[in-house]
Protein backbone atom coordinates (compact mmCIF):
# COMPACT_ATOMS: atom_id res chain seq x y z
CA UNK A 1 0.00 0.00 0.00
CA UNK A 2 1.71 3.57 -1.16
CA UNK A 3 2.26 6.05 1.52
CA UNK A 4 0.04 8.69 1.99
CA UNK A 5 1.51 11.91 0.25
CA UNK A 6 3.57 14.27 2.73
CA UNK A 7 2.28 17.75 2.11
CA UNK A 8 4.34 20.98 1.92
CA UNK A 9 4.00 23.59 3.76
CA UNK A 10 6.18 26.69 4.09
CA UNK A 11 6.32 28.19 7.61
CA UNK A 12 8.02 31.03 9.43
CA UNK A 13 10.41 30.38 12.53
CA UNK A 14 7.43 31.95 14.79
CA UNK A 15 4.75 29.75 12.75
CA UNK A 16 6.96 26.81 13.95
CA UNK A 17 7.07 27.52 17.40
CA UNK A 18 3.71 28.06 17.48
CA UNK A 19 2.44 25.11 16.18
CA UNK A 20 0.76 22.61 18.55
CA UNK A 21 -2.12 19.47 18.01
CA UNK A 22 -4.55 21.98 18.21
CA UNK A 23 -4.38 23.96 14.70
CA UNK A 24 -2.79 22.63 11.76
CA UNK A 25 -1.22 24.64 8.78
CA UNK A 26 -3.20 24.87 4.99
CA UNK A 27 -2.90 26.99 2.07
CA UNK A 28 -5.24 29.20 1.53
CA UNK A 29 -6.58 31.07 -2.02
CA UNK A 30 -4.07 32.80 -2.13
CA UNK A 31 -1.27 29.54 -1.67
CA UNK A 32 -0.35 31.39 1.53
CA UNK A 33 0.56 28.70 4.85
CA UNK A 34 -1.99 29.54 7.73
CA UNK A 35 -2.93 27.80 10.72
CA UNK A 36 -6.86 26.22 11.39
CA UNK A 37 -8.09 24.53 14.26
CA UNK A 38 -7.63 20.74 14.42
CA UNK A 39 -10.81 19.65 15.42
CA UNK A 40 -9.72 16.21 16.52
CA UNK A 41 -6.38 17.44 18.08
CA UNK A 42 -4.16 14.39 16.52
CA UNK A 43 -0.90 14.06 15.59
CA UNK A 44 0.45 15.07 12.21
CA UNK A 45 3.36 15.16 10.34
CA UNK A 46 4.07 17.85 6.96
CA UNK A 47 7.03 18.76 4.42
CA UNK A 48 9.10 21.84 4.99
CA UNK A 49 8.57 24.01 2.01
CA UNK A 50 11.08 26.44 3.02
CA UNK A 51 14.19 27.58 0.85
CA UNK A 52 17.10 24.58 1.28
CA UNK A 53 15.40 22.50 3.08
CA UNK A 54 17.43 18.66 2.54
CA UNK A 55 15.19 15.94 1.01
CA UNK A 56 13.32 13.90 3.45
CA UNK A 57 13.04 17.09 6.19
CA UNK A 58 9.46 17.01 7.96
CA UNK A 59 8.07 18.44 11.12
CA UNK A 60 6.38 16.33 13.21
CA UNK A 61 3.51 17.92 15.63
CA UNK A 62 2.00 15.90 18.50
CA UNK A 63 0.89 16.15 22.31
CA UNK A 64 4.89 16.82 23.56
CA UNK A 65 5.01 19.35 20.91
CA UNK A 66 6.82 20.10 17.14
CA UNK A 67 9.72 18.26 16.22
CA UNK A 68 12.31 18.39 13.19
CA UNK A 69 13.04 15.13 11.31
CA UNK A 70 14.89 13.79 8.36
CA UNK A 71 13.37 10.70 6.51
CA UNK A 72 16.50 8.39 5.00
CA UNK A 73 17.53 4.94 3.92
CA UNK A 74 19.80 2.89 5.93
CA UNK A 75 20.28 -0.26 3.42
CA UNK A 76 16.85 -1.24 2.55
CA UNK A 77 15.45 0.13 5.51
CA UNK A 78 13.30 3.77 6.05
CA UNK A 79 13.77 5.20 8.85
CA UNK A 80 13.01 8.51 10.74
CA UNK A 81 15.33 10.49 12.27
CA UNK A 82 14.31 12.85 15.13
CA UNK A 83 16.49 16.46 14.96
CA UNK A 84 14.86 18.36 18.22
CA UNK A 85 12.56 20.60 19.50
CA UNK A 86 11.85 23.63 16.81
CA UNK A 87 11.62 25.17 20.42
CA UNK A 88 15.55 24.40 20.74
CA UNK A 89 16.44 24.86 16.93
CA UNK A 90 16.77 27.67 14.16
CA UNK A 91 15.14 25.95 11.24
CA UNK A 92 18.51 26.94 9.22
CA UNK A 93 20.54 24.28 12.14
CA UNK A 94 18.02 21.89 11.73
CA UNK A 95 18.44 21.80 7.90
CA UNK A 96 22.35 22.03 8.37
CA UNK A 97 22.25 18.83 11.11
CA UNK A 98 19.71 17.17 8.73
CA UNK A 99 21.90 17.39 5.79
CA UNK A 100 25.23 15.91 8.29
CA UNK A 101 22.92 13.10 9.31
CA UNK A 102 22.27 12.13 5.64
CA UNK A 103 25.88 12.59 4.80
CA UNK A 104 26.34 10.18 7.67
CA UNK A 105 24.31 7.51 6.61
CA UNK A 106 25.94 7.78 2.91
CA UNK A 107 29.16 7.20 4.05
CA UNK A 108 28.88 4.57 6.72
CA UNK A 109 25.58 3.12 5.69
CA UNK A 110 25.20 2.99 9.74
CA UNK A 111 21.84 4.48 11.44
CA UNK A 112 23.28 7.69 13.65
CA UNK A 113 20.85 6.70 15.84
CA UNK A 114 22.61 3.67 16.63
CA UNK A 115 25.86 5.09 16.36
CA UNK A 116 24.98 7.43 18.78
CA UNK A 117 23.37 4.98 21.68
CA UNK A 118 26.52 2.60 21.30
CA UNK A 119 28.58 5.78 21.90
CA UNK A 120 26.67 6.69 24.91
CA UNK A 121 26.97 3.51 26.36
CA UNK A 122 30.74 2.94 25.76
CA UNK A 123 30.82 6.58 27.69
CA UNK A 124 28.51 5.21 31.09
CA UNK A 125 30.99 2.57 31.09
CA UNK A 126 34.05 4.73 31.38
CA UNK A 127 32.57 6.26 33.73
CA UNK A 128 31.51 3.87 35.92
CA UNK A 129 32.47 4.39 39.35
CA UNK A 130 33.81 1.11 41.76
CA UNK A 131 30.28 2.18 43.92
CA UNK A 132 28.38 1.50 41.29
CA UNK A 133 29.95 -1.97 39.95
CA UNK A 134 30.15 -2.92 44.12
CA UNK A 135 26.36 -1.75 44.03
CA UNK A 136 24.93 -3.80 41.12
CA UNK A 137 26.95 -6.64 42.55
CA UNK A 138 24.95 -6.83 45.66
CA UNK A 139 21.74 -6.54 43.40
CA UNK A 140 23.12 -9.34 41.66
CA UNK A 141 23.58 -11.53 44.73
CA UNK A 142 20.07 -10.78 46.17
CA UNK A 143 18.66 -12.15 43.22
CA UNK A 144 20.52 -15.14 43.51
CA UNK A 145 19.64 -14.95 47.23
CA UNK A 146 16.23 -15.02 45.98
CA UNK A 147 16.12 -18.07 43.79
CA UNK A 148 18.07 -19.52 46.90
CA UNK A 149 21.63 -19.50 45.18
CA UNK A 150 23.39 -17.88 47.97
CA UNK A 151 22.91 -17.30 51.38
CA UNK A 152 21.99 -13.53 53.29
CA UNK A 153 25.50 -13.79 55.02
CA UNK A 154 26.72 -13.33 51.52
CA UNK A 155 24.97 -10.41 50.23
CA UNK A 156 25.61 -8.84 53.87
CA UNK A 157 29.21 -9.01 53.35
CA UNK A 158 29.20 -7.06 49.79
CA UNK A 159 26.68 -4.43 51.64
CA UNK A 160 29.48 -4.35 54.24
CA UNK A 161 32.45 -3.77 51.92
CA UNK A 162 30.26 -1.11 49.73
CA UNK A 163 29.94 0.66 53.23
CA UNK A 164 33.77 0.19 54.05
CA UNK A 165 34.48 1.56 50.51
CA UNK A 166 32.24 4.38 50.77
CA UNK A 167 34.01 5.58 54.38
CA UNK A 168 35.70 9.22 53.38
CA UNK A 169 38.35 7.76 54.95
CA UNK A 170 38.53 4.96 52.22
CA UNK A 171 37.01 7.44 49.63
CA UNK A 172 36.95 4.63 46.71
CA UNK A 173 33.51 4.34 45.82
CA UNK A 174 33.08 7.15 43.77
CA UNK A 175 36.33 7.09 41.56
CA UNK A 176 35.43 5.57 38.20
CA UNK A 177 37.21 2.14 37.54
CA UNK A 178 38.83 3.74 34.67
CA UNK A 179 40.43 6.17 36.59
CA UNK A 180 42.05 3.03 38.97
CA UNK A 181 45.89 3.45 39.14
CA UNK A 182 48.00 0.78 40.93
CA UNK A 183 48.98 2.79 43.76
CA UNK A 184 45.67 4.69 44.13
CA UNK A 185 44.37 1.17 44.71
CA UNK A 186 47.19 -0.43 46.88
CA UNK A 187 46.67 3.20 49.18
CA UNK A 188 42.73 2.33 49.32
CA UNK A 189 43.88 -0.81 50.55
CA UNK A 190 45.94 0.34 53.38
CA UNK A 191 43.28 3.54 53.94
CA UNK A 192 40.82 0.77 54.29
CA UNK A 193 43.10 -1.32 56.64
CA UNK A 194 43.79 1.61 59.30
CA UNK A 195 39.63 2.44 59.02
CA UNK A 196 39.43 -1.32 60.29
CA UNK A 197 41.50 -0.64 62.36
CA UNK A 198 39.92 1.87 64.23
CA UNK A 199 36.59 0.07 64.69
CA UNK A 200 37.86 -3.29 65.45
CA UNK A 201 36.91 -4.67 68.03
CA UNK A 202 39.72 -7.10 68.49
CA UNK A 203 42.61 -4.72 68.09
CA UNK A 204 42.96 -3.12 72.19
CA UNK A 205 42.68 0.35 73.04
CA UNK A 206 45.80 0.95 73.82
CA UNK A 207 47.41 -0.93 70.67
CA UNK A 208 45.19 1.51 68.38
CA UNK A 209 46.63 4.45 69.97
CA UNK A 210 50.29 3.47 69.32
CA UNK A 211 49.38 2.72 65.57
CA UNK A 212 47.27 5.79 65.41
CA UNK A 213 50.95 7.32 66.50
CA UNK A 214 52.72 5.34 64.62
CA UNK A 215 51.57 6.90 61.40
CA UNK A 216 52.09 4.25 58.32
CA UNK A 217 51.83 1.41 60.72
CA UNK A 218 51.02 -1.17 58.38
CA UNK A 219 54.37 -0.96 57.17
CA UNK A 220 55.98 -2.05 60.44
CA UNK A 221 57.07 -5.69 60.13
CA UNK A 222 56.54 -8.02 63.16
CA UNK A 223 60.41 -6.86 64.65
CA UNK A 224 59.35 -3.04 64.22
CA UNK A 225 56.59 -3.56 66.28
CA UNK A 226 58.31 -5.43 69.36
CA UNK A 227 60.84 -2.72 68.75
CA UNK A 228 59.57 0.51 68.13
CA UNK A 229 55.93 0.08 69.62
CA UNK A 230 56.97 -1.90 72.22
CA UNK A 231 53.78 -4.62 71.82
CA UNK A 232 54.06 -7.76 73.24
CA UNK A 233 52.22 -11.35 73.12
CA UNK A 234 49.55 -11.54 70.81
CA UNK A 235 49.22 -7.78 70.41
CA UNK A 236 51.99 -8.40 68.11
CA UNK A 237 50.22 -10.19 65.80
CA UNK A 238 46.73 -8.71 66.31
CA UNK A 239 48.32 -5.20 65.46
CA UNK A 240 50.32 -6.70 62.44
CA UNK A 241 46.74 -8.01 60.62
CA UNK A 242 44.83 -5.42 62.14
CA UNK A 243 42.26 -4.57 59.56
CA UNK A 244 43.44 -7.17 56.76
CA UNK A 245 40.92 -9.37 56.80
CA UNK A 246 38.03 -6.30 56.24
CA UNK A 247 40.52 -4.90 53.21
CA UNK A 248 40.93 -8.53 51.81
CA UNK A 249 37.24 -9.19 51.77
CA UNK A 250 36.30 -5.62 50.45
CA UNK A 251 38.47 -5.26 47.72
CA UNK A 252 37.68 -9.44 46.59
CA UNK A 253 34.16 -8.34 46.64
CA UNK A 254 35.33 -5.23 44.41
CA UNK A 255 37.37 -7.16 42.28
CA UNK A 256 34.26 -9.45 41.51
CA UNK A 257 31.85 -6.76 41.15
CA UNK A 258 34.10 -5.13 38.55
CA UNK A 259 35.62 -8.55 36.86
CA UNK A 260 31.48 -9.00 36.51
CA UNK A 261 30.84 -5.17 34.80
CA UNK A 262 33.57 -6.35 32.41
CA UNK A 263 31.76 -9.52 31.27
CA UNK A 264 28.93 -7.38 30.73
CA UNK A 265 30.57 -4.73 28.90
CA UNK A 266 32.18 -7.11 26.59
CA UNK A 267 29.00 -8.77 25.65
CA UNK A 268 27.65 -5.67 24.90
CA UNK A 269 30.54 -4.14 22.74
CA UNK A 270 30.56 -7.50 20.73
CA UNK A 271 26.47 -7.03 20.03
CA UNK A 272 27.49 -3.38 19.19
CA UNK A 273 30.37 -4.56 16.89
CA UNK A 274 32.94 -1.68 19.23
CA UNK A 275 36.03 -2.16 21.13
CA UNK A 276 35.09 -2.67 24.57
CA UNK A 277 35.11 0.41 26.90
CA UNK A 278 36.72 -2.00 30.11
CA UNK A 279 39.10 -4.68 29.69
CA UNK A 280 41.24 -5.07 32.56
CA UNK A 281 40.50 -5.46 35.92
CA UNK A 282 42.63 -3.05 38.25
CA UNK A 283 42.07 -4.51 41.14
CA UNK A 284 44.17 -7.25 40.62
CA UNK A 285 47.32 -5.67 41.25
CA UNK A 286 46.10 -7.09 44.72
CA UNK A 287 47.03 -10.72 44.09
CA UNK A 288 49.95 -9.18 41.73
CA UNK A 289 51.85 -8.23 44.40
CA UNK A 290 51.21 -10.18 47.23
CA UNK A 291 49.17 -8.32 49.50
CA UNK A 292 46.23 -10.98 50.25
CA UNK A 293 47.47 -13.80 52.61
CA UNK A 294 48.03 -17.18 51.59
CA UNK A 295 46.98 -19.79 53.60
CA UNK A 296 49.92 -20.43 55.16
CA UNK A 297 50.26 -17.20 56.41
CA UNK A 298 46.67 -17.15 57.49
CA UNK A 299 47.47 -20.18 59.65
CA UNK A 300 50.03 -18.74 61.24
CA UNK A 301 48.22 -15.60 62.02
CA UNK A 302 45.31 -17.78 63.83
CA UNK A 303 48.19 -19.71 65.80
CA UNK A 304 50.32 -16.41 66.74
CA UNK A 305 46.79 -14.45 67.58
CA UNK A 306 45.11 -17.33 69.19
CA UNK A 307 42.08 -16.78 66.84
CA UNK A 308 40.97 -20.39 66.89
CA UNK A 309 41.29 -22.04 70.30
CA UNK A 310 39.54 -25.74 69.98
CA UNK A 311 39.17 -26.82 73.66
CA UNK A 312 41.39 -29.85 74.91
CA UNK A 313 42.55 -31.73 77.91
CA UNK A 314 45.80 -31.12 77.37
CA UNK A 315 46.44 -27.67 76.07
CA UNK A 316 50.44 -27.36 76.58
CA UNK A 317 50.32 -24.22 74.80
CA UNK A 318 48.59 -22.91 78.16
CA UNK A 319 49.18 -25.67 81.02
CA UNK A 320 45.41 -26.05 81.13
CA UNK A 321 42.64 -28.56 81.06
CA UNK A 322 40.14 -26.06 78.93
CA UNK A 323 37.65 -28.40 77.90
CA UNK A 324 36.65 -29.81 81.30
CA UNK A 325 37.14 -26.39 83.15
CA UNK A 326 34.52 -24.87 80.64
CA UNK A 327 32.32 -28.29 81.04
CA UNK A 328 32.25 -27.40 84.63
CA UNK A 329 31.53 -23.86 84.19
CA UNK A 330 28.94 -24.39 81.59
CA UNK A 331 26.68 -26.95 84.21
CA UNK A 332 27.43 -25.04 87.63
CA UNK A 333 26.06 -21.70 85.47
CA UNK A 334 22.97 -23.12 84.31
CA UNK A 335 21.17 -23.21 87.38
CA UNK A 336 22.62 -19.66 88.44
CA UNK A 337 20.26 -16.53 88.43
CA UNK A 338 17.07 -18.72 88.66
CA UNK A 339 17.59 -20.77 85.49
CA UNK A 340 18.11 -17.53 83.25
CA UNK A 341 20.99 -19.15 81.75
CA UNK A 342 19.31 -22.40 81.18
CA UNK A 343 18.88 -21.63 77.05
CA UNK A 344 21.95 -19.95 76.50
CA UNK A 345 24.27 -23.12 78.26
CA UNK A 346 22.05 -25.98 76.61
CA UNK A 347 22.67 -24.17 73.55
CA UNK A 348 26.24 -23.85 74.50
CA UNK A 349 26.76 -27.66 74.61
CA UNK A 350 24.38 -28.78 71.81
CA UNK A 351 26.85 -26.63 69.43
CA UNK A 352 29.77 -28.40 71.55
CA UNK A 353 28.38 -31.96 71.24
CA UNK A 354 27.20 -31.95 67.77
CA UNK A 355 29.50 -29.32 66.04
CA UNK A 356 26.73 -26.93 64.31
CA UNK A 357 27.70 -23.95 63.09
CA UNK A 358 25.88 -21.09 65.16
CA UNK A 359 23.49 -19.96 62.88
CA UNK A 360 22.42 -24.00 62.32
CA UNK A 361 22.06 -25.46 66.35
CA UNK A 362 19.81 -21.19 67.18
CA UNK A 363 17.08 -22.22 64.51
CA UNK A 364 15.86 -25.41 65.48
CA UNK A 365 12.10 -26.14 66.09
CA UNK A 366 11.05 -29.05 67.79
CA UNK A 367 9.48 -31.46 65.53
CA UNK A 368 5.99 -31.56 66.33
CA UNK A 369 5.52 -27.63 66.03
CA UNK A 370 6.25 -28.20 62.39
CA UNK A 371 4.48 -28.04 59.55
CA UNK A 372 3.87 -30.97 57.04
CA UNK A 373 5.96 -28.54 54.49
CA UNK A 374 8.79 -27.51 57.15
CA UNK A 375 9.25 -31.57 57.72
CA UNK A 376 10.02 -31.81 54.33
CA UNK A 377 13.27 -29.80 54.17
CA UNK A 378 11.98 -25.89 55.21
CA UNK A 379 13.11 -25.84 58.41
CA UNK A 380 15.09 -27.26 60.95
CA UNK A 381 13.90 -29.59 63.64
CA UNK A 382 14.97 -31.70 66.92
CA UNK A 383 12.76 -35.27 67.10
CA UNK A 384 12.99 -36.83 70.38
CA UNK A 385 12.20 -40.24 70.13
CA UNK A 386 10.20 -42.35 72.43
CA UNK A 387 12.49 -45.07 72.29
CA UNK A 388 15.69 -45.92 70.70
CA UNK A 389 14.25 -47.80 67.83
CA UNK A 390 11.42 -45.82 67.22
CA UNK A 391 11.41 -44.58 63.87
CA UNK A 392 11.01 -40.98 62.76
CA UNK A 393 7.93 -40.90 60.29
CA UNK A 394 9.47 -38.42 58.08
CA UNK A 395 12.90 -40.03 57.94
CA UNK A 396 12.37 -43.65 58.38
CA UNK A 397 15.36 -43.76 60.03
CA UNK A 398 16.04 -44.73 63.93
CA UNK A 399 16.53 -42.71 67.07
CA UNK A 400 16.71 -39.13 68.11
CA UNK A 401 17.06 -37.02 65.16
CA UNK A 402 18.24 -33.47 64.60
CA UNK A 403 17.82 -31.94 60.72
CA UNK A 404 19.76 -29.07 59.92
CA UNK A 405 18.27 -28.11 56.27
CA UNK A 406 20.46 -25.20 55.65
CA UNK A 407 23.50 -25.66 56.27
CA UNK A 408 26.94 -22.87 55.05
CA UNK A 409 27.44 -26.12 52.21
CA UNK A 410 24.26 -25.11 51.21
CA UNK A 411 22.85 -28.49 51.66
CA UNK A 412 20.14 -30.00 54.39
CA UNK A 413 21.82 -32.15 57.31
CA UNK A 414 20.33 -35.10 59.22
CA UNK A 415 22.41 -36.21 62.68
CA UNK A 416 21.63 -38.75 65.18
CA UNK A 417 21.18 -37.46 68.63
CA UNK A 418 23.83 -39.14 71.44
CA UNK A 419 23.22 -39.94 74.63
CA UNK A 420 24.57 -36.86 76.05
CA UNK A 421 23.59 -34.12 73.55
CA UNK A 422 19.55 -36.02 74.29
CA UNK A 423 19.70 -35.61 78.10
CA UNK A 424 20.27 -31.87 77.48
CA UNK A 425 17.72 -32.16 75.18
CA UNK A 426 15.92 -33.60 78.16
CA UNK A 427 16.44 -30.37 79.70
CA UNK A 428 15.15 -28.37 77.16
CA UNK A 429 11.81 -30.19 77.30
CA UNK A 430 11.30 -29.97 80.91
CA UNK A 431 12.34 -26.13 80.75
CA UNK A 432 9.70 -25.72 77.78
CA UNK A 433 7.25 -27.57 79.85
CA UNK A 434 8.00 -25.59 83.02
CA UNK A 435 7.22 -21.98 80.57
CA UNK A 436 4.60 -23.58 79.09
CA UNK A 437 2.85 -23.81 82.93
CA UNK A 438 4.13 -20.61 84.03
CA UNK A 439 2.86 -18.58 80.97
CA UNK A 440 0.06 -20.14 80.89
CA UNK A 441 -0.76 -19.27 84.26
CA UNK A 442 0.70 -15.27 83.68
CA UNK A 443 -2.11 -15.15 80.46
CA UNK A 444 -5.06 -16.00 82.33
CA UNK A 445 -3.63 -13.60 85.08
CA UNK A 446 -2.94 -11.14 82.85
CA UNK A 447 -6.37 -11.30 81.19
CA UNK A 448 -7.98 -10.72 84.83
CA UNK A 449 -6.30 -7.69 85.22
CA UNK A 450 -6.73 -6.71 81.86
CA UNK A 451 -10.43 -6.74 82.29
CA UNK A 452 -10.41 -5.46 85.56
CA UNK A 453 -8.51 -2.11 84.35
CA UNK A 454 -10.84 -1.92 81.36
CA UNK A 455 -14.09 -2.12 83.79
CA UNK A 456 -12.42 0.53 86.00
CA UNK A 457 -10.90 3.20 83.08
CA UNK A 458 -11.18 4.87 79.76
CA UNK A 459 -7.62 5.50 79.79
CA UNK A 460 -5.82 4.23 76.59
CA UNK A 461 -2.41 4.01 77.61
CA UNK A 462 -3.48 2.64 80.63
CA UNK A 463 -5.48 -0.28 78.96
CA UNK A 464 -2.41 -0.37 76.27
CA UNK A 465 -0.34 -1.43 79.51
CA UNK A 466 -2.30 -3.94 80.59
CA UNK A 467 -3.06 -5.37 77.67
CA UNK A 468 0.76 -5.49 76.83
CA UNK A 469 1.49 -7.44 79.62
CA UNK A 470 -0.93 -10.51 78.07
CA UNK A 471 0.45 -9.71 74.47
CA UNK A 472 3.67 -10.42 75.96
CA UNK A 473 3.21 -13.55 77.82
CA UNK A 474 1.21 -14.76 74.16
CA UNK A 475 4.51 -14.09 72.24
CA UNK A 476 6.53 -16.38 74.93
CA UNK A 477 4.06 -19.00 74.90
CA UNK A 478 4.28 -19.24 71.17
CA UNK A 479 8.06 -19.42 70.52
CA UNK A 480 8.36 -21.37 73.77
CA UNK A 481 6.18 -24.15 72.18
CA UNK A 482 8.05 -23.27 68.67
CA UNK A 483 11.58 -23.08 69.03
CA UNK A 484 14.11 -25.13 71.18
CA UNK A 485 15.90 -22.32 72.32
CA UNK A 486 13.38 -19.56 72.58
CA UNK A 487 14.00 -15.84 73.27
CA UNK A 488 12.63 -13.86 75.91
CA UNK A 489 13.17 -10.38 74.43
CA UNK A 490 9.70 -9.88 72.09
CA UNK A 491 12.16 -7.46 70.34
CA UNK A 492 13.80 -10.30 69.08
CA UNK A 493 12.60 -10.86 65.16
CA UNK A 494 13.42 -14.05 64.75
CA UNK A 495 11.99 -15.44 67.54
CA UNK A 496 14.80 -18.01 68.53
CA UNK A 497 17.91 -16.97 71.05
CA UNK A 498 20.78 -15.65 68.94
CA UNK A 499 23.59 -13.68 71.04
CA UNK A 500 25.97 -15.44 73.63
CA UNK A 501 28.62 -13.13 73.70
CA UNK A 502 27.97 -12.26 77.34
CA UNK A 503 27.69 -15.77 78.59
CA UNK A 504 30.67 -16.86 76.54
CA UNK A 505 32.41 -13.62 78.67
CA UNK A 506 31.50 -15.07 81.94
CA UNK A 507 32.61 -18.70 80.98
CA UNK A 508 35.53 -17.57 79.48
CA UNK A 509 36.67 -15.48 82.85
CA UNK A 510 36.05 -18.66 84.44
CA UNK A 511 38.21 -21.06 82.63
CA UNK A 512 40.81 -18.62 82.71
CA UNK A 513 40.59 -18.19 79.12
CA UNK A 514 40.14 -14.00 78.90
CA UNK A 515 43.99 -13.85 77.32
CA UNK A 516 43.26 -16.66 74.75
CA UNK A 517 39.92 -15.81 73.65
CA UNK A 518 36.95 -17.85 73.15
CA UNK A 519 34.36 -18.20 70.87
CA UNK A 520 30.84 -20.18 69.64
CA UNK A 521 33.08 -21.66 66.48
CA UNK A 522 36.21 -22.80 68.99
CA UNK A 523 33.34 -25.40 70.28
CA UNK A 524 32.94 -26.70 66.65
CA UNK A 525 36.81 -26.90 66.41
CA UNK A 526 36.12 -28.67 69.67
CA UNK A 527 34.16 -31.42 68.32
CA UNK A 528 36.45 -31.72 65.22
CA UNK A 529 39.12 -32.11 67.20
CA UNK A 530 37.85 -35.06 69.21
CA UNK A 531 35.98 -36.59 66.14
CA UNK A 532 39.37 -36.76 63.69
CA UNK A 533 40.99 -38.32 66.76
CA UNK A 534 38.62 -40.73 66.87
CA UNK A 535 37.13 -41.59 63.28
CA UNK A 536 37.81 -41.77 60.08
CA UNK A 537 37.88 -39.14 57.37
CA UNK A 538 35.18 -40.22 56.13
CA UNK A 539 32.85 -39.80 59.09
CA UNK A 540 34.35 -36.86 60.08
CA UNK A 541 33.11 -35.09 57.32
CA UNK A 542 29.65 -36.95 57.78
CA UNK A 543 29.38 -35.44 61.37
CA UNK A 544 30.98 -32.05 60.47
CA UNK A 545 28.62 -31.21 57.31
CA UNK A 546 31.81 -30.37 54.40
CA UNK A 547 29.96 -31.96 51.27
CA UNK A 548 29.45 -30.44 48.19
CA UNK A 549 25.99 -29.30 47.20
CA UNK A 550 24.35 -31.42 44.58
CA UNK A 551 20.67 -30.00 42.72
CA UNK A 552 18.63 -32.81 44.27
CA UNK A 553 14.52 -32.17 44.32
CA UNK A 554 14.15 -31.61 48.16
CA UNK A 555 15.91 -31.14 51.16
CA UNK A 556 14.81 -34.36 52.90
CA UNK A 557 15.18 -36.08 49.64
CA UNK A 558 18.27 -35.66 49.56
CA UNK A 559 19.15 -36.89 53.26
CA UNK A 560 17.14 -40.38 52.50
CA UNK A 561 19.31 -41.05 49.41
CA UNK A 562 22.74 -40.48 51.78
CA UNK A 563 21.82 -42.57 54.35
CA UNK A 564 20.51 -45.95 53.74
CA UNK A 565 18.99 -48.27 56.93
CA UNK A 566 22.58 -49.61 56.86
CA UNK A 567 24.72 -46.81 56.94
CA UNK A 568 22.62 -44.85 59.55
CA UNK A 569 23.64 -47.24 62.65
CA UNK A 570 27.42 -46.35 61.70
CA UNK A 571 26.57 -42.49 61.84
CA UNK A 572 25.01 -43.30 65.04
CA UNK A 573 27.82 -44.92 66.45
CA UNK A 574 29.74 -42.55 65.55
CA UNK A 575 28.46 -39.59 66.79
CA UNK A 576 27.76 -41.14 70.00
CA UNK A 577 31.48 -42.08 70.84
CA UNK A 578 32.20 -38.47 70.14
CA UNK A 579 29.40 -37.47 72.49
CA UNK A 580 30.90 -40.19 75.34
CA UNK A 581 34.42 -38.45 74.75
CA UNK A 582 33.76 -35.38 75.07
CA UNK A 583 31.60 -35.32 78.07
CA UNK A 584 33.94 -37.98 79.72
CA UNK A 585 37.08 -35.40 80.30
CA UNK A 586 34.94 -33.96 82.91
CA UNK A 587 33.87 -37.00 85.45
CA UNK A 588 31.57 -34.44 87.00
CA UNK A 589 29.71 -33.37 83.97
CA UNK A 590 29.30 -36.97 82.95
CA UNK A 591 27.46 -37.80 86.60
CA UNK A 592 25.27 -35.06 86.62
CA UNK A 593 24.37 -35.80 82.81
CA UNK A 594 23.97 -39.16 82.97
CA UNK A 595 20.51 -40.45 84.12
CA UNK A 596 20.46 -41.97 87.24
CA UNK A 597 20.34 -45.62 87.44
CA UNK A 598 21.74 -46.24 83.58
CA UNK A 599 23.96 -48.69 83.35
CA UNK A 600 24.75 -48.49 80.04
CA UNK A 601 26.44 -45.20 81.46
CA UNK A 602 28.04 -45.62 84.98
CA UNK A 603 28.73 -43.17 87.55
CA UNK A 604 33.12 -42.07 86.84
CA UNK A 605 35.46 -41.28 89.43
CA UNK A 606 35.18 -37.41 89.71
CA UNK A 607 38.60 -37.76 92.18
CA UNK A 608 41.16 -36.45 89.38
CA UNK A 609 38.26 -33.89 88.20
CA UNK A 610 39.23 -30.95 90.85
CA UNK A 611 36.07 -28.84 91.39
CA UNK A 612 35.82 -25.08 89.67
CA UNK A 613 35.12 -22.38 92.38
CA UNK A 614 32.07 -20.37 89.92
CA UNK A 615 31.28 -17.23 91.84
CA UNK A 616 27.76 -16.18 92.12
CA UNK A 617 29.01 -12.55 91.49
CA UNK A 618 31.61 -11.15 89.99
CA UNK A 619 33.26 -7.22 90.22
CA UNK A 620 33.01 -5.80 86.82
CA UNK A 621 36.11 -3.34 86.08
CA UNK A 622 35.07 0.50 85.96
CA UNK A 623 36.45 2.39 82.99
CA UNK A 624 39.98 3.78 83.99
CA UNK A 625 40.23 1.10 86.84
Keep these: MPQPKVVKYRLSQA ?29 YRFADGSQGAPAGFTIYVGPKGAFYEIRSRVGTKAVRISLGSVAELTLSKAHELAGAKRS ?13 VEAQAAQDARALTVGRALQGYVDYLKSLQARGKVKATGVEGAEDSLVRLSRPEVDLADVAITSLTDELIKDAWNRLRHSAMTRSNRVPTEVKKKLIQAGAWWCLDRAALVSQLRLTGKNVELAYAAGMAAAEHTMADASRAVDRVINQER ?51 TGQRSLPTVLKSLVERRDMQNGRNATAIDYILLTLLWGTRRSESARLCWFESCSPEELRGLASWVWLAPTSTAKNPITGLRGSQVFLHDTKAGEAQLLPVAYFAERVLRWRVDARREAEQALAAEIEKGRSAAAAVRSRTRDVVVRAKADAVVERAEWRLEQVGRWVFPARNPNAVAGHYLDS ?13 SDIGLTMHDFRRTMGRFAAKLLSGHMVSQLLRHHNPDDKATAMAEVSQRYSEAEWPDLRAAMAKVDEAIIATSPSTWNLL ?13 RDDTPLNVPKYRGRKRGGD
Design 15 to 43: QLRGLDVGQRPVLDSQGKTTLEPNPGRSP
Design 104 to 116: FIRETGEDPRRVL
Design 267 to 317: KAADAALRRPALMHNPFTVLADEGLYRSTRELRKHYEAARVRNPLGVDDTA
Design 501 to 513: KSILATIREDASL
Design 594 to 606: REAGNEAYPRLDE
